[in-house]
């Protein structure tokens, strides 16, 4: 059963140095607040695992809190390139990152094989992509049936995710919609999951049956936080915050400049600040 | 040419390639260029075409370009949005794509992309985004058009990494490796028209653009450029053609602007 605990609760008592973790969100319902949680905790040596690592990533690499970044599209959608990752990378700033390359196809099959359960997943893909010559985890095997020669990469199973998703019910169901991305799988294949919600209503008795619902049962944590994912959006609820990702692209490309941004609207800020973020992008 | 054309090198690129999408192809949508020309062929000739984006948006509609693949836009104007790994499993593996449809960084003679790395992969001069789904819309596609604006940064004789595979060195490169799809078919630029070679498979102009030269071709072209026997010249951009590119990037810049 889910407990409903204020963030930074749900991020201390879940969330340790050294873990392998997910911000995950497709675009669409990134869990930001969740991941300036972890920033104002200053969390050190972490394996941060997303197919698409934004901005709020850019963040984090550049306070220093990743050892390791597995990825497979490090950019600014729509903008342009990651600075504070790209610091890191060419430069070493603020230290060395490793980092560990793949596919979309490559990230979203190990996400679904860690929530299967297996300890690999299969596909077919990389055929003739250099990124396989760079990547250990990247191999072939043949198929037993067809002899056809296939991609195969290691499960993802982060010690824990987390997610931002419309709301919970009083028991602790989750809805996600929308883009819905790959936070399901990321959550099954999770060993502790960490959501965090628009509202909490009384029940999902008047949904429609073929939404994607967590139980209760398989996410460990609730966290009501409004607009917790801006400057992504929040499908129902607000608008992609476009303007905050191209100003993104001036701050992050200047050491000093990213971190003043960082101690005003990061470390001298709380959950409750995103819901004023989000009140003029709101649905009308 | 009665006068001096009135529309840009990039709204002809545009054009061009919104032309060789059909009303029945069902096309994966890259970001940027060829999104603006999947949806110019979906507002012109092609109403029916079925755009696919990568966050899982399938038939999608959007009155304005999107400003990333996952924008809210594409789901409130999809016939349906699936889930991340089931769009690279079934619809793309499962071969349901007949274009896929890419920008690229860097782009070689054989129409292999490097959106990786400029510089060695370990000690990178500039790290690029990466793939994203490229890697696999590049050979599970049934075809792959490209389109980029030319420069010599941009069309070189060796990229430096292999982020999704053309035609490798050319020739039969890809049956070699197993791959059973056409790879790219076409490459569209702001100056010319390009398809493979049918045995070498290099990118060979096939049509330039009104008032467009050989010269002006090579020089922004880091390889040397091969043209097939009889260039054609590609008609320039109709009334409609050239008001549905405007009015759709004055929509989207007026979005991007108040969202």
Partial sequence: MARFVPLPQAVAENLNNGDSVAFEGFTHLIPTAAAHEAIRQGFRDLTLIRMTPDVVYDQMIGMGLARKLIFSYAGNPGVGLLRRLRDAVENGFPHKLEIEEHSHAAMANAYEAGAAGLPCAIFRGYRGAELARVNPNIKFIECPFTGESLAAVPALKPDVVFIHAQKADRKGNVLVEGIVGIQKEAVLAAKRAVVTVEEVVDDFSDLHPNLTILPHWTVTDIAVVPGGAHPSYTHGYYARDNAEYLKWDKIAADRDLFRDWMQKNVLDATPEDFAGRVEKLRDA | MMSKPEFTPNEMMTIAASRALKNDDVCFVGI???????????????PDITLIY?????GTAPDVLPLSIGDGELCDTALTTVPVPEMFRYWLQGGRITI????????????N???????????PRTRL????????????????YITLA???????????FYTSFGHGD?????????????????????????????????????SLHPGVTRDQVQETCGWTVTFADGVEETPPPTELELATLRDLKARTEAAHKTA
């Avoid at chain 2, 940027?32 to 092609?46: F, M, V, Y």
């Avoid at chain 2, 896929?100 to 129409?111: M, R, S, T, W």
């Avoid at chain 2, 992309?113 to 000690?123: A, C, H, L, P, R």
């Avoid at chain 2, 030319?150 to 430096?160: A, L, N, W």
Wanted: proline share 6%; aromatic share 4%; charged share 20%.
């Fill in chain 2, 32 to 46: 940027g260029a060829p999104s603006a020309a999947c949806n110019i062929a979906r507002l012109t000739h092609a």
């Fill in chain 2, 113 to 123: 992309i490097n959106t990786t790395v400029i510089g060695d992969y370990d000690s």
């Fill in chain 2, 150 to 160: 030319q420069s010599k940064r941009g069309m070189v004789e060796k990229i430096d």
């Fill in chain 2, 100 to 111: 896929g449809f890419l920008g690229a960084a860097q782009i070689d003679k054989y129409g």
């Fill in chain 2, 170 to 206: 050319g020739g039969d490169h890809r049956e070699r490796l197993g791959i059973d799809t056409k790879g790219p078919t076409l490459l569209v630029t702001d100056l010319a028209i390009w398809k493979p070679d049918p045995v070498t498979k290099e990118f060979t102009v096939v």
């Fill in chain 2, 129 to 144: 985004p990466g793939g994203g789904g490229a890697p696999e819309i590049a050979t599970s596609s049934q075809e792959v």
């Fill in chain 2, 54 to 58: 990568e966050s899982g948006t399938i």
